[in-house]
Each structure stands twice: as C-alpha cells, then as structure tokens.
C-alpha cells in the first residue's frame, strides 16, 4: 500500500510540473504574439540565444553531477551525502543560468 501512495505522490507531483510549464508556455507565447502584432516588441529570431542558455543550464547541471560523484565516494552518512549531491548540482545549475545570463547579454544584441 505504501508503494502505490508513493507513486500516486510522484504521478501527481510530476503531472503539476507539465500543467505549471504548459501553462507558462502558452501564456508567454500568447504575450508575445500580442506584443508583436500591435508593434510593441519585433520579432526576433533567438534559436541561438535559446541553444546558448540550453547548453549553459544543461552544462553547469551535468558538471554539478560530475562534482557530485565525489560525495557518493566519501563515508557519509545517507542524509548528509543526499544534500551535498542535490545541493552540488543545484548550484552548479545555478552557475550555469547565471553564464548563460551573461552570454545572452554580451552576444545579444548583435
């Protein structure tokens, strides 16, 4: 019974996740298309600019699981090596949004 209650608790976390990203989706993109037809923003073509912070957020994300593997080695106890692990690929994430920040400035408005 505890193994249904916990896959009904990942079901439902995991279907509010893609509700909550469709929802932000479709409202950004209709944001857009508003701004753009009554000439307040133009359209631009930003697949570089998307690959660009794609590749930072994807890159800091798997560095920080690379930097990770080295408290899986340590003799920690399961709680403490849970939180560095999570918290090493939380930050490098982080570092990797704050790049792709900075990169999407410097080369953006080229």
Known sequence: MENYQE?????????????????????TYLIKKAMIEKGLATPTNSKKAQYIDIGCIVGGLGFGLMVSTIFTSMELSEDTTDLLVWGTILICGAIGLVIAHFLRNKFGNK
């Open 7 to 27: 896959a009904l608790g990942a079901l439902f976390l995991m279907s509010g996740i893609v509700v909550i990203v469709f929802i932000i989706a479709k409202y």
